[in-house]
């Protein structure tokens, strides 16, 4: 089953997206490949390239919510790393027969159309996982990864 996962993203929750996005962009030199308002998660998700890989920064859209508060008084933190699977359900059947607890049971939409699913951190060493069935191969083709 893992041989087919590949790394889709790596989330960080930011309080500032300005000053993400000037360390990120500017200083660091990754480049900005899309911008998308997620309001089911609360969330405003920023991809930025690095390398053929992701980072997704995440800006809460309610100071109140469970991602700000994940955060805490840290202006960035590591929130999840999320893994491109090809048949979700199937994926999520696997993990649950194997005792891996699921905060999502069936597949929910997510940026650009993805199918996700989150699996619980206490089953999996206190890591928050993201399960990622691309909507298309075409957008990933066009943000050149």
Not at 54 to 60: A, F, H, M, R
Not at 89 to 117: C, M, V, W
Request: glycine residues 8%; negative net charge.
């Amino acid at each position: 089953m893992n041989g087919s996962w590949a790394i889709d993203h790596v989330a960080i929750v930011v309080a500032d997206v300005d000053a993400a996005l000037d360390l990120y962009t500017r200083k660091l030199g990754f480049e900005e490949i899309y911008r998308e308002r997620i309001e089911d998660q609360g969330v405003e998700a920023i991809g930025l390239r690095a390398g053929t890989s992701v980072i997704e920064l995440l800006l809460p859209l309610d100071p109140t919510s469970p991602v700000a508060r994940y955060r805490g008084e840290s202006a960035m933190k590591l929130h999840h790393t999320a893994y491109r699977v090809q048949n979700l359900e199937a994926t999520l059947a696997k993990l649950k027969a194997q005792g891996i607890r699921l905060i999502d049971e069936h597949p929910r939409s997510g940026a650009h159309g993805n199918r996700i699913a989150f699996l619980h951190p206490k089953s999996t060493g206190g890591v928050l996982i993201e399960l990622c069935e691309p909507a298309s191969t075409t957008l990933r083709a066009a943000e050149g990864l």
